[in-house]
Nanobody, 126 residues
């Protein structure tokens, strides 16, 4: 296992919900969720992030539908995804940024995150 291990992906109908989890081998400061949609020419997109003080950041397309949270006691990051849409289908990745404090959605940039999981697949059917 790597430093970050995701789980919880699967297939869900549009409008449904999924909860992703990410277990860290070590305590982490800033953590985030990214996703890469299927198909050529697609890139990682920052979805949500959470600082060590609990403040959260979301990209506009998921704000109000997704909730990021963390349980430091068990070193686990969560992403509750509600009202899923077909465009939410992607490989979802957990990442950690030891030296970054998230202040705005633009901070959800892969360049700011040093540790990554292998991803968990989310499929949204219509």
């Amino acid at each position: 296992q790597g430093p970050l291990v995701e789980s919880g992906g699967g297939t869900v109908q549009a409008g449904g919900s999924l909860r992703l989890s990410c277990v860290s081998a070590e305590p982490r400061v800033t953590m985030g969720w990214f996703r890469r949609p299927p198909g050529p020419g697609k890139y990682h997109e920052g979805v949500a992030g959470i600082n060590s003080d609990g403040t959260t950041i979301y990209t506009d397309s998921v704000r109000g539908r997704f909730t990021v949270s963390r349980d430091n006691a068990v070193r686990t990051l969560y992403l509750q995804m509600d009202n899923l849409r077909p465009e939410d289908a992607a490989m979802y990745y957990c990442a950690a940024a030891p030296r970054w404090y998230l202040r705005r959605p633009e901070d959800l940039n892969i360049a700011n995150f040093d540790f990554w999981g292998r991803g968990t697949q989310v499929i949204v059917s219509t």
